[in-house]
């Protein structure tokens, strides 16, 4: 662990050099991927290891959003203390949705979820204090004058951002080899088998299906810092495809992928885009093509690396070694 | 009283469509063990095609049966040429459990984005082939209207045509028994592959009606039916997710319930009201309103 904690400290340098070095967009960029980091994290976490599937990932990641907004917009608390709300409000949230959740298993969770992500962002404009279509607007401050006139706050964003990444990363990584982690994994390969060596397979499912909501929470929250209001219209049920698209592609089992699918997800609107200008920019090419390419890289991703990347090279190398062998 | 009854008959319609759309799902997941969320996709074409014949021909009735046929063939496709490769293929790991989700997912995806380089995102309207102004009643002007009526005649007409072909023919015996233990069906002498493709193309059928029935009230755009994919669903567990009865069961009490909540409540209470519908169920009764023995078990 403590071998990991250097290892974090010093992939967190790093980032801060890389930061240092690259243009404004380059670090919005960063702080997008880190936001998708936390959010593929957290699919990870209650997909690949408890084995539950949720198509609902980014209606949670807009309930994050709108509790850090509604603090930090209302209750003009300070940011850091608006994000761990938003974790933990959302992290209740998913537990009360983990009751019924529990229960389910594979398609039903499936559809119960996606019914979820159709139906709260719409709920936003039921309730006046959420503002509706516009949203609630989130001031996220200036960085600290401690860290110099040109500090941009796009920089200040992908610090926060990236700070949160690595520590939900590091916490994760200890969580899933824990006790926890393991139940988790029992539970998945066979509950009948877990509940045998006494897992209470209910209680661990809502706490798996928790933990994961809070991450979302927190993943969305960020994602509102990033661009400054939360409103319906961020939260898409693509936004949900797209995480599950970024799991898959990680290894749903896999947490070392998780930078490739996020990265993967920051850059397929760019590909997009510029695919689309090379086709004169209609309508119809840039409102489609990152659709498609999402669920496209989705599809091929099942079909070819199933249990993701990871697994692919070491079944690879593995087969060369018995074949010289 | 007026708002009763126009409430009850407008969700009778409503209900109607949703039926058709639970019951395309129930039957490919009796037979697949896969809740087909590229459905809505499949719908989508289907009825992207009958635009096409409606606009080149003018006739809703042509375009209805293009529809049909175009949802039949593209449901066969996908479980032949998609789904039992993705089977054949993905078979340990964690992913074997969530992968037909997950593949249903992307074709869902790809479906829409097709549909959208191909004919545009902009809103299209399909011409109802019956009047869609309401009835009046005295000096009352009902929403209810006499298309919404000829989608209750449309949808009773194709639920007794699956009823007598699933208790009355061979062909529907063969269906339930490859769904109910297709082991012992193949022993019996039933090409199980081949009806379970042919199962899929009822459903798909099933789901091209539902999509194109749905469009003249509204219109077409690449995800406009995926309200129709989660109501559907949500009847579907409703009813158990086993049963056709349920299925049309779970359909019509959606219905109602969300008209009834929409006129006398708020109607941007929609989803939330078919959310609850669900996650009360699954509470409640997870074996669905209309159960056999089975457990809910993936």
Known sequence: MRKRLLLFIALGWVLLLIGDRVDELRVYQGASIAVYVIAIGSIILLTGYSGQISLGHGALMAFGGYVAALCVANASLPLWFAFVMAALVTGIFGGILGFAAARLSGPYLAGTTLALAVGLPSLANQFSILGGEQGIYLDPGLPPASLGESFSQYKWFFWITTLAALITMFWLANILQSKYGRTWRALRSNDVAAQLCGVHTGRQKVLAFSLSSGLAGLAGALLVLTISTVSPSAFPLSLSFALVTGAVVSGIYDLKGVMLGAVILVIIPEVADSVASRFGDSLKITSTLPGLLVSALLILAVLFTPNGPGEKLHHLRHKRKTHSG | ?298
Do not use: H
């Open chain 2, 1 to 298: 009283m007026y708002k009763f009854i126009s409430s009850l008959l407008i969700g009778l319609s409503l209900g109607a469509i949703y039926s058709l759309m639970s019951i395309s799902l129930v039957l490919v997941w009796r037979s697949t063990r896969v809740v087909n969320f590229a459905q809505a996709g499949q719908a989508i074409v289907s009825t992207y095609i009958a635009y096409e014949v409606v606009n080149r021909t003018g006739s809703f009735w042509l375009a209805f049966f293009v529809a049909i046929l175009a949802g039949a063939l593209l449901c066969a496709i996908v479980d032949r040429y998609f789904m039992r490769p993705l089977f054949k293929r993905v078979t340990s790991g964690p992913i074997v459990a969530i992968a037909p989700v997950v593949a249903t997912l992307g074709l869902l995806g790809v479906l829409r984005a097709v549909v959208g380089f191909v004919w545009g995102v902009e809103l299209k309207p399909i011409a109802a082939p019956v009047s869609l102004d309401g009835y009046s009643l005295g000096s009352e002007v009902l929403p209810f209207a006499p298309y919404n009526a000829l989608v209750i005649v449309v949808v009773a007409v194709v639920l007794i045509a699956l009823s007598l072909l699933f208790q009355k023919t061979n062909l529907g015996l063969s269906l339930r028994a490859s769904a109910y233990s297709p082991e012992i069906a193949r022993l019996s002498g039933i090409r199980v592959n081949e009806i379970r493709t042919l199962g899929w193309a009822i459903a798909g059928a099933a789901g091209a009606i539902a999509g194109i029935l749905a469009t003249p009230t509204s219109y077409l755009s690449p995800n406009s039916l995926d309200i129709l994919l989660v109501f559907g669903f949500a009847a579907a567990v409703i009813g158990g997710l086993e049963s056709m009865v349920g299925a049309v069961v779970g359909g019509l009490v959606l219905g109602l319930g969300v008209t009834f909540v929409s006129n006398y409540v708020s109607t941007s209470l929609i989803f939330p009201t078919a959310f609850v519908f669900l996650i009360v169920i699954l509470l409640v009764r997870p074996s669905g309103i209309v159960s056999g023995k089975r457990s809910r078990r993936a």
